[in-house]
């Protein structure tokens, strides 16, 4: 099958966006399989074997039942999940920055005009700015939450941008969460939608992914008591919970190319013909 050289500067409605983003997905499969593998799989697998480290054996410790329990496991538990999460935010880091950069490469240099070992040395770098972006965006939705859910949800969205931005357009962490606030506002519920499908999109294959161990449970019983405990899950149920974490994991490269084509859609907006790939 011929391929295509994607522009990446055009304005596309919801529908292109997500058909277009597919297409550049199908074609560079290769390349990006291969970076994620080397520079990201590596971390992955060793956050899903914290987080099914975390079910088994601190969740586990839990009696319902038992206030005093409850009282006496609720600091390390909570403990464990501040770490587990500050681990998950830099995983989706080193996945976005490691992604970007590659994209940064075809957009701006063009396709067959770099190769991997051009802009490996960029992996680190633009994973940081994604970690900086992500650490104020996560901060700020938790500002919004907390004042209620719909200011959490409004800034979720407008802020959606601003990990690409300051990647590709290396300018600094403030300007491109204003300048994700003025694109994002001039077409928000259409990025709100792009969004809504990503996250679905998302969720439906990982709930696909995890079918052989909810009805293998339900067929064992291992559902069924009231008061089972994880740690007496057998050992297939967590092997199969960390493929498909890792897997789903890795998936989230779909929603952050829906993000940058958005990013060109409403930048050719703004500015039409201005000289960009």
């Not at 403990?79 to 490469?105: C, D, H, P, R, W």
């Not at 005009?113 to 650490?135: E, K, M, P, V, W």
């Not at 409004?154 to 994700?180: C, H, P, Q, R, V």
Request: one cysteine or more.
């Amino acid at each position: 099958m011929e391929q295509k050289d994607i522009r990446f500067r055009k304005t596309r409605d919801l529908g292109a966006i997500i058909t277009d983003s597919f297409e550049f997905l199908k074609q560079e499969i290769k390349p990006i399989s291969r970076i994620l593998l080397v520079y990201v799989l590596p971390f992955v697998v060793l956050y899903v074997v914290a987080q099914i480290y975390m079910q088994r054996n601190v969740l586990s410790r839990f009696d319902l039942n038992d206030p005093e329990n409850l009282m006496a496991n609720i600091g390390p538990f909570y403990s464990n999940l501040f770490l587990f999460m500050l681990f998950g935010l830099f995983i989706n880091s080193l996945l976005v920055g490691t992604y970007y950069s590659y994209l940064e490469a075809y957009i701006k240099l063009g396709k067959g005009n770099f190769t991997l070992h051009d802009i490996s040395s960029r992996f680190f770098s633009n994973s940081l700015l994604a970690l900086g972006a992500g650490l104020l965006y996560t901060a700020a939705i938790i500002l919004g939450i907390f004042m209620c859910v719909l200011p959490g949800i409004y800034i979720a969205n407008t802020l959606s941008l601003i990990a690409f931005i300051a990647i590709f357009e290396k300018k600094g962490i403030s300007d491109a969460i204003s300048k994700s606030w003025r694109l994002v506002n001039s077409q928000w519920w259409n990025t709100l939608a792009l969004n809504i499908v990503s996250i679905l999109l998302v969720y439906a294959i990982g709930t696909i992914l995890s079918l052989p161990t909810i009805l293998l449970g339900f067929s064992t019983g291992i559902f069924a008591p009231a008061d089972v405990n994880l740690a007496d899950f057998p050992d297939w149920y967590w092997m199969w919970t960390g493929f498909a974490s890792v897997l789903t994991t890795l998936l989230s490269v779909i929603p952050v190319t829906f993000l940058a084509f958005q990013y060109f859609n409403l930048e050719e907006r703004e500015n039409p013909g201005a000289v960009n790939p």
